[in-house]
């Protein structure tokens, strides 16, 4: 089949590595790709968020399937567009995406679903919230409603912390909602489960790495490393949290008439009273998926398209024994203000057992360059957690680029808490 995958991270470029090895596939396009995913099919320079100049692509192309990566394409309707044009999409409809791009409907979605998760009130207003926040006397984890690319939740340590958060998010173009959440406590832990709308299949439970420093120290980032499976959650608990706390999500927004298919993604905190949602996401996540794609066998395309259709097989994916690790290697200035254009090198010199998925990067005169924050995700996938982290970690030894940076405890810190 031909499939036309959008989005443009190192997501994307994973499951461009994932996708290409079906023997179903025919043609893969990515749009609008990096030079990572070009090596594996076709890149087509479309915003992800283009509506119309992806639907010319997919007629042009005679696309039998679109898989779609990032969230704002989702928030855009883009499924949605697929549907009317009788193509098939695997993603939620917009509808059904607000489960991301709604912090407020999720809460909503999740309290008549009986979902365990943090308290919560939402503020139009950020100074009716910063007002909420002096009566009441607490902390409270300050989260904007709409999509903000990972970085739209500030975990205070104190009153006037919370305060200064609310003023913070509530002056960014994401903000025009707040959440003040109850803080929970606890190890996190990503479940990211393929969903046909009523039945759920989880890829191993994975751990990422928020903070910018070592040690869980310094700003949120879209995501510094990941690795997987996490040693916190057996099948037992995996299956505990896909029971209380996805499923139940499933069957309301199927009750409402918006059925869910896709990456359905639960951010969970594991407390004394057992899993909490954080926060639910509506696609697949950044970089736990360059970390599960090597621990994942099976067919995907195939399985992603009968999600598409409402009608997932489980028996065609398994986890691969092992574990693996992914560590992203930042520009200069993430996150606050990423510089490109710097000279990446030593991609070349990288050994069998690590794989390179590119993210920010872009092609000047046959060389690659640095075009965004978050540059490459190097991932190292072996027989134990140990070595699968020492397989990333020297697989990027060789790699380099003016201003380089990147965490050096991934997989390390594992009990991480929020």
Not at 1 to 17: D, K, P, Q
Not at 26 to 47: F, K, Q, S
Not at 284 to 311: I, R, S, V, W, Y
């Amino acid at each position: 089949m031909n499939v036309l995958l959008v989005g443009s991270g190192g997501r994307e470029h994973a499951l461009a590595w994932k996708i290409s090895q079906s023997a179903a596939l025919t043609r893969l396009y990515t749009a609008p790709g990096n030079p990572g995913t070009a090596t594996l099919g076709h890149n087509l320079p479309i915003d992800a968020t283009d509506l119309a100049g992806l639907l010319a692509a997919i007629h042009q192309h005679a696309i039998d399937l679109v898989v779609v990566g990032p969230e704002a394409a989702l928030a855009a309707g883009l499924v949605d567009a697929c549907q009317a044009a009788g193509v098939l999409a695997f993603g939620p409809t917009a509808a059904a995406a607000q489960i991301e791009s709604s912090k407020a409907f999720a809460k909503t979605v999740m309290q008549a679903a009986g979902v365990p998760t943090a308290n919560a009130f939402s503020f139009d207003d950020p100074q009716q919230a910063a007002a909420f926040v002096r009566e009441r006397g607490q902390i409270w984890v300050v989260k904007v409603d709409g999509l903000a690319g990972g970085k739209g939740v500030i975990v205070p340590e104190s009153l006037e912390q919370t305060l200064a958060a609310v003023a913070q998010l509530g002056s960014t173009s994401a903000g025009t909602r707040l959440l003040l959440e109850q803080k929970l406590s606890g190890p996190e832990v990503s479940v990211i489960a393929l969903c046909d709308g009523e039945r759920l299949w989880a890829f191993p439970p994975a751990q990422d790495h928020k903070r910018l420093l070592d040690g869980d120290r310094g700003p949120n980032t879209g995501g510094m490393g990941a690795f997987a499976p996490s040693p916190l959650v057996d099948r037992a608990l995996l299956n505990e949290i896909v029971t209380t706390t996805m499923a139940p999500v499933v069957r309301e927004l199927a009750r409402r008439g918006i059925p869910f298919r896709g990456a359905l993604f639960a951010g969970i905190m594991l407390t004394e009273a057992g899993p909490s949602v954080l926060e639910f996401n509506a696609r697949f996540g950044d970089p736990e998926t360059q970390a599960l794609m090597p621990l994942t066998e099976g067919d995907l395309l195939l399985a992603l398209h009968e999600c598409a259709q409402g009608k997932l097989r489980p028996d065609l994916l398994h986890w691969r024994e092992g574990a693996a690790a992914c560590i992203v290697l930042a520009a200069a200035g993430y996150p606050e203000a990423p510089r490109t254009g710097d000279m990446i090198s030593g991609i070349a010199g990288v050994q069998d057992g690590g794989v390179v998925f590119q993210a920010g990067t872009a092609l000047h005169d046959g060389q690659l360059h640095t075009a965004g924050g978050r540059v490459l995700g190097v991932v190292g996938a072996g027989p134990t957690p140990a070595g699968a982290i020492e397989l990333a970690y020297t697989a990027a030894a060789p790699i380099s680029f003016d201003g380089m940076h990147y965490r050096t405890d991934i997989g390390r810190t594992r009990e991480k808490t929020a």
